[in-house]
């Protein structure tokens, strides 16, 4: 609804003075960002430099120590905005015994179904269709392949309509077909609906090729902007470098971006 | 035949029968979330914890039930509370407090003369023993598992992905706290008859039977639910027949219906379509 309601100027996503601690580890310091309506957003950066944290705050799944950070004008959690959230495939319990069809339904009403109503069921398998998962409706999830089980995922986070979906490694664990796919998804759902994605992803190259904004995020904010301006050697060497991750010795950074397509790949960054 | 009409009609085994099935399809009930949660270990942990407030009971000349009950409950808590505290496992804390309160129930029983008797019922269990107040105790633990049916849909929401549960603003902790008293009263309820060591079993067998075969989470709590009944009135017959300890027959049933499940398992799977 907000959304579309054009006195509403408030971005997706703005974060100014945001810092939050887990434990003793300092994760987000006097974090400011803003993330405009209808971005393809990815959010890069070392491991344990507050990626997956930020996701966790829009979420509602940690409490910011100072700070603001509001979604569509919302203080986060923003109960009003319709958010879908797609997981990380790794941390799903694969053993739980359920079709595809009912976790999309649960994505729905919040609830495990008992029985599926005619209405969820429409809605559901109207979701499935966007995400090119129809076929594997009645399929237990303890069978699906990984890139088709992130479809179910991003099927349950359609079925929401959201004004902003959230994604946290999507195509870790999945091959590169299924990876192909998932981002065709998105990205055509994205042109018809206008919404926001906000996706946290290790790696640079689907983000120089699918999103229009990159963050970098190593505890404070590093750069953000197109990703063909900040996706550099200087902003990898600041985002892997300065904080003396191992996997930063081991890896190259990219001689250059060439300014012009047919862009190489950047290299991924390593996996901790 | 004629034999088992004989047990039917003994006044001990119909009260034997009815808090067994009871009590069966109440922790097969919990039990489904208890195994697609992890939490087996807090089943045997709890059950443990019943003995030592058993114990106090005992030493106390009180009605063992009414002290156990607060006991248990307040193990359940010393658990959340140490882990939330020092950051340990989940396993790790109730190891401890497990320990503590069977070491407490040893210490409770050790100043009571003439208690092994009594011990080794809440031990072993006695569901031959059953008792009118154990009959309203057990139908009480039903009456709790069925009020409690309209959370199921929460609870295996959150079972099956705490994360999104929690980002959608369930209110976990009040359900988690609901789900661990419920277990606690039950477990303290049936540790009497089925008694501390086999109390998991009930937990975790019918539960752990029901997700071989079943496809959907509510098949699989149905299928518990009954299990756990079935299991318990065909172990008590068993037991009647054979003369065997009735707690041992109840649950060697349910691991022969378990061993049955595995083996339909295997077949359903090699025929099923897998994908590509």
Redesign the interface.
Known sequence: MEANNPASLAPALRASGLSLRLGTQLVLEDLALEVPRGSFCAVLGPNGGGKSSLLKLI???HQQDSGSLEVFGEPA?A?HVR?G?V?QAK???R?????AL??VV??L???????ISPSQRQAAMQALQQAGALELSE??IS???GG?LQRVYLARALARQPELILLDEPAAGIDAAGEHDMYHVLESWQHASGATVLMVTHDWGAAFHHASLALVLSRRLLASGPPQQVLSDETLRLAFGHHGHSHSMSWHAPHSHPPHNPAPRPPEAPHA | MPELLDALSLPFFQRALLAGSMLGAALSYFGVFIV?RGMAFMGDGLAHAAFGGVALGLLLGWEPLYIALPFTLLAALGISWLRERSRLGNDTTIGIIFALAVALGIVFLSQKSGYSVDAMTYLFGSILAVSRTDIWASAAVLLLALLSLPL???L??A???R????????PLRLHDGLLLALLALSIVVAVKIIGVILLSAFLVIPAASA?LL???????SLSAVLLGAACCIAGLLLSYLLDLPSGAAIILTQVAVFALCLILQGRNTST?A??G
Not at chain 2, 163 to 170: F, H, N, R, T
Not at chain 2, 214 to 220: H, L
């Open positions: 979420l509602g799944l959690p109960r958010i959230y997981p941390t799903l319990d053993s739980f015994p359920a079709q009912e976790l649960s994505g009403s919040r609830s495990w179904p008992w029985r399929r237990q069978v699906l392949s088709e | 697609q199921w849909g929460r295996a929401y079972s099956f992905d994360e999104s549960a929690q980002a959608d603003g369930l997700r079943a496809g959907r989470f509510s098949a699989m099923l897998r994908p």
